[in-house]
């Protein structure tokens, strides 16, 4: 037996911001490497220097392509990191086209606050070059007599969990885990075997209406709103948020469910992941693959445009009658859908329809908590619009279905590390874990290290 040691330097105490270090006899190596986020995409916390010596990491390997999980990459990369970068092909399909996008976010909030960027353009250039993509179920080696294998986490389009081997003992890292079964993905696989978890714990104190009930309440929703003339606002990630709505969408109106009204998808980059997942069909679900072999175009329908300029994006408003507009961010925490809400939430006819997790100091959260006033762009807004929330969206589990997850590897399981949560919901899940499973679950503190015997 040989001791590796596990450090969580992100994702403790917070849902963002994910960076987990492992330590071996023959080097380390990193489980993502994410941005804290709030009210502002750059929050100041992600300006810090790493709390290890970055050029001494051998590799690090990605769970999936949302921001909270890569966005400090290149900040690794700018302070010394020279080791491989691993994930499935998709994941590095779609990094390539967050990484764009961010650094025109943090270039622009940067400027705004008279500081340097966290990065620039020849960072991420120089971090695209130290990548390695890595199918599914696929074995490689990390350090002498440590590798890992990837399963699918059936969270978003590549998306996959870390199973860390040495000596005939595994440790799972979770990333984020899927709410299957999903509108478009695989379900999540069996953390089965794993002697070690360090999971997710979003909706750890929480569970979400069943997808019968989702269903149905968002189509209520939006025919309500179709019913008083209004717009529906939708503040929607980019990343399979936007597309799994789409595809909601194009099933209520080719089943005649939903009046047809001009829908608009206002994000250049969902625009750009959803030609991604386009390109990328042979994952999803059996189900998905038979509409699309019988010639459905599930993200295409009547009156469903794609606004890639800020010219197409301001001639929303001028379209008359109801409407839908899925804009990012999904926090609200910029983006062009803090436009639409300042045009939109001050009248009752209106609807603000939230579809996802909302980080605490974040517009989407004041919106969600019921703050009757809203500061926009420097403008005082009177909330008036209807406000809905419909958590059946989120591809993430909820807490049943976490603990249920944890119930596939309890014969073997010796100790599972609670993170990327609100406190609440962290220490929430713990103990639901340790009365539900008795298993030894834990919420660790930053920067201590633990000692796993491998």
């Known amino acids: 037996m040989s001791v590796m040691k596990l450090t969580c330097w992100g994702g403790v105490g917070a849902v963002t911001g994910a960076n987990f270090l492992m330590e071996g006899s023959g080097g380390s190596f990193l489980i993502d490497c994410g941005l804290r ?20 990491v051998n590799a690090l390997i990605i769970t999936h392509a949302h921001m909270d999980h890569i966005g400090r990459i290149p900040k690794l990369v700018r302070d010394g990191f020279r080791g491989v970068i691993y994930s499935t092909r998709e994941t590095h399909r779609l990094t390539e086209i967050m990484f764009g996008d961010a650094l025109s976010l943090l270039t622009r909030e940067a400027k ?23 199918p ?56 089965e075997g794993a002697d070690y978890v360090l999971m997710e714990s979003v909706y750890g104190d929480r569970n979400h209406e069943t997808h019968e009930e989702r269903d149905t309440h968002f189509a209520e929703i939006l025919k309500e709103t179709i019913a008083r003339g209004g717009t529906t606002v939708v503040p929607a990630f980019s990343l399979e ?12 109106i080719e089943e005649g469910k939903l009046a047809s009204v001009p829908v608009f998808v206002d994000s250049p980059l969902a625009i750009k992941v959803t030609e991604i997942y386009r390109a990328e069909q042979k994952n999803f679900n059996a189900d998905i693959k038979k509409e699309i072999a019988g010639g459905d175009d599930i993200f295409n329908f009547p009156k469903l445009q794609f606004t890639v300029t800020t010219h197409e994006s301001d001639a929303i408003e001028k379209t008359q009658g109801p409407k839908i507009i899925l804009a990012g961010s999904g926090m609200s925490a910029g983006g062009r859908v803090t436009k639409h ?7 009752p ?6 579809v996802g997790y909302q980080s605490v100091g974040t517009l989407g959260r004041k919106i969600q908590d019921g703050a009757r006033t809203l500061v926009i762009d420097n403008e005082t807004i009177t909330v008036r619009a209807h406000i809905e929330n419909v958590q059946g969206f989120s591809s993430h589990k909820d807490s049943d279905h976490l603990v249920e997850f944890i ?48």
């Not at 006819?349 to 939230?354: E, G, M, V």
């Open 407 to 454: 119930g596939e590897c309890v014969e073997t399981v010796k100790k599972v590390f609670v993170v990327m949560g609100e406190p609440k919901s962290s220490l929430f899940l713990v103990q639901k874990l340790r009365d539900n499973l008795d298993v030894d679950a834990l919420f660790p503190e930053k920067g201590i290290q633990y000692d796993l015997e491998f």
């Open 349 to 354: 006819k209106n609807t603000i329809l939230l």
């Open 241 to 252: 948020r936007t597309q799994n709505i789409l595809y909601s969408l194009n099933n209520l």
């Open 37 to 56: 986020q709030g009210d502002r995409f750059g929050e100041a916390e992600n300006y810090e220097a790493f709390p290890y010596d970055t050029s001494k």
């Open 112 to 134: 705004a606050h008279g500081i340097a960027p966290l990065y620039e353009k020849n960072d991420v250039d120089r971090a695209l070059t130290l990548w390695q993509e890595v």
């Open 136 to 191: 599914y179920h696929s074995e490689r080696e990390l350090l002498p007599g440590v590798t890992f294998y990837l399963k699918d986490a059936g969270h978003i389009l590549g998306s996959s969990m870390v199973e860390v081997r040495s000596n005939g003992t595994k440790m799972l890292f979770t990333g984020d885990l899927g709410n299957s079964p999903s509108l478009l993905l695989n379900d999540t696989e069996s953390p």
């Open 341 to 347: 809400e300042k045009a939109y939430i001050g009248d």
